[in-house]
């Protein structure tokens, strides 16, 4: 097994990549900037490696490090033994999962590489709850959505919250930044989609009207909770559609209404 490394100061320099970790505006500076995740729990640490992102550490009770044997073997990372307590003084949180692993980010794909083999896509307009990131990415992921565009003002679907939110889910899902917005969604019309906006308004087309599951190519719109979509977002849509509701409900929580959207954008769509 590889060697375990005991560090029993939170001020310890080795241990920076996991300081501070409910500093939410601190962690959207540094992560990005530094080039690096956090992945928080077995499963979510495991899903990390399994779609190549290189560990950078980890951070383990000791009670983790023989069930996580071998994802410490075959990563070669130092791994960072530590008690609970300390570990939430370094954390600023009690990390009740045991282990925590940095990463190392890839590349963002472009534009029109997500889209070269797409026929289902979600796009976000100033979706910045991340919780609401990691339940749309794993509603994306098992209801068959092949990728996932966000305006520039979306929140990052690799902050620890979105992907624990989505239980590894951003990483199955490919996903790509939109510079300009919303001029940037004519590359996406261009690309032979059509455009669906997703909104409560009464005036908009019921979804299973429209039936977009025999459509070719999809983009369904989707925008932050609250203030849905904006105007401008709306004017670019080729059609506006909304979720029928009843009992007097006037609209869905953004990650229930995409989960419900998403499968009916895809479902009994026509095999490629």
């Not at 940095?102 to 307009?125: Q, W």
């Not at 609401?132 to 990728?147: C, T």
């Not at 909104?199 to 977009?212: F, G, I, R």
């Amino acid at each position: 097994m590889a060697d375990l490394i005991t560090v029993d100061d939170p001020d310890d320099p080795r241990l920076r990549d996991y300081t501070g970790l409910t500093d939410v505006e601190l962690r959207r500076r540094r992560e990005p900037a530094e080039g690096l995740f956090i992945a928080e729990g077995e499963k979510v640490i495991r899903r990390a490696g399994q779609a190549g992102y290189a560990m950078r550490s980890m951070l383990l009770s000791a009670k983790w490090a023989d069930a996580m044997r071998d994802v410490i073997e075959s990563a070669g990372a130092p791994v960072y033994v530590v008690e609970p307590r300390l570990a939430e003084r370094v954390t600023g949180y009690h990390v009740h999962r045991g282990a925590l692993a940095s990463m190392g980010r890839k590349p963002l794909p472009t534009t029109a590489e997500v889209l070269r083999t797409a026929r289902r896509v979600a796009v976000m307009e100033a979706v910045n709850d991340h919780t609401n990131i990691g339940a749309i990415f794993r509603s994306a992921a098992a209801l068959g959505m092949d990728a996932v565009l966000l305006s520039p003002d979306c929140a990052d679907p690799l902050y620890r919250r979105s992907v624990k939110v989505s239980m590894g889910a951003v990483f199955a899902v490919p996903y790509a930044r939109l510079d300009g917005w919303p001029t940037a969604l004519e590359a996406v019309r261009e690309a032979g989609f059509r455009l669906l906006a997703l909104t409560p308004d009464a005036a908009a087309v019921p979804m299973d009207t429209v039936a977009p599951h025999r459509m070719e190519r999809v983009a369904l719109m989707l925008g932050a909770e609250g203030d849905g979509l904006s105007r401008r977002a709306l004017d670019a849509a080729d059609i506006r559609v909304r979720i029928p509701m009843a009992h007097g409900v006037d609209s869905l929580n953004v990650g229930a209404a995409a989960a419900v959207a998403f499968y009916a954008v895809t479902a009994g769509r026509p095999e490629s």
